[in-house]
């Protein structure tokens, strides 16, 4: 869920059964952990299970006893490291507010929909699904190639932006505005790029 802690999301009150997010998204956290949720009717599921998990790696059912404080089972060895870098980012989130945070990721899609939709962008899904933290917008027709455009605003300007995947290869670009990312600068800088090497076309 690449919109934790950057739009409400109101995971019991809409029966949602698992939900996980990677800790580099919205909390700007280093990437390695993964926060997850599980409801009772998905812990019911996993206790109620007639084979045995195939996976070691992804034996939900001796990650959820080892979380229990059942009898002691080696299951991974704790990256404490990165949980107390999230510790952190939780503590920013806290700090700042979810309100404010959610309200800063709203601002900071608009002003980039707008800069982008005057360059000749033009969003792939409608307004109503749209989610501020990943755009996917198509290019303009006048940009022939858009993995040299890309390559371009990372050597010079410093700025990645992601291409598009599978059918959308060359057609499309994912810009994410997330976590502390999420800014009015880091906007402004890309759409400053963007005009500057549009212009000298």
């Known amino acids: 869920m690449t919109s934790y802690c950057g739009v409400p999301r109101e995971v019991d009150k809409w029966g949602i059964d698992a939900v996980y997010t990677g800790t580099q998204k919205c909390l700007s956290a280093p990437p390695g952990l993964s926060p997850i949720s599980f409801s009772p009717r998905a812990v019911a599921?996993?206790?109620?299970?007639?084979?045995?998990?195939?996976?070691?790696?992804?034996?939900?059912s001796l990650v959820k006893n080892y979380w229990a404080g059942a009898k002691r089972a080696y299951h991974h060895t704790g990256p404490v490291?990165?949980?107390?870098?999230?510790?952190?980012?939780?503590?920013?989130?806290?700090?700042?507010?979810?309100?404010?945070?959610?309200?800063?990721?709203?601002?900071?899609?608009?002003?980039?929909r707008k800069g982008l939709e005057g360059l000749g962008f033009k969003y792939l899904v409608e307004e109503a699904y749209r989610l501020p933290q990943l755009n996917a917008v198509l290019l303009p027709k006048s940009i022939k190639d858009e993995a040299k455009l890309r390559k371009q605003l990372l050597t010079e300007y410093n700025i990645e932006v992601g291409g598009g995947l599978g059918g959308f290869a060359g057609k499309i670009w994912r810009i994410g505005l997330m976590g502390e990312s999420c800014t009015e600068n880091h906007?402004?800088?890309?759409?400053?790029?963007?005009?500057?090497?549009?212009?000298?076309?």
């Open 81 to 112: 490291s990165a949980m107390f870098a999230l510790r952190e980012a939780y503590r920013l989130v806290l700090e700042e507010g979810l309100e404010n945070r959610f309200d800063r990721h709203r601002k900071n899609h608009l002003l980039l």
């Open 45 to 60: 599921a996993l206790e109620n299970r007639k084979t045995k998990v195939q996976s070691w790696f992804l034996d939900l």
């Open 187 to 201: 906007v402004n800088m890309l759409l400053g790029a963007l005009r500057s090497i549009l212009g000298e076309r």
